[in-house]
Nanobody, 115 residues
């Protein structure tokens, strides 16, 4: 079992930036991939970005070019740099790690983008 704890959410104006971090309770080498998903009110949870231990990334279409996912296997962390934020990015963001087909989730952190 592994616990994932997110931090870094909050409120930001449109066009602003936020950085989310996710800390794992143990080494993350077996979590393949790790990444971020989000869920807005009344909508399904959707992919934001994932990254493998080798650094291969995948992004949801709506965030390509604005968000960057990174992973530090030595520190057991995965991060999400979010730039040029839009009101439609408002959601609860969840850290995810997959192991042998099982999904581990964090508790989520709220991101609100509004003026």
């Amino acid at each position: 079992q592994v616990q994932l704890v997110e931090s870094g959410g909050g409120w930001v104006r449109p066009g602003g930036s936020l950085r989310l971090s996710c800390a794992a309770s143990r080494n993350i080498f077996s979590l393949e991939p790790m990444g971020w998903y989000r869920q807005a009110p009344g909508k399904q949870r959707e992919l934001v970005a994932t990254i493998t231990s080798g650094g291969v990334t995948d992004y949801g279409d709506s965030v390509k070019g604005r968000f960057t996912v990174s992973r530090d296997n030595a520190k057991n962390t995965v991060s999400l740099q979010m730039n040029s934020l839009k009101p439609e990015d408002t959601a609860v963001y969840y850290c995810n790690g997959r192991q042998l087909g099982f999904n581990h989730w964090g508790q989520g952190t709220q991101v609100t983008v509004s003026s």
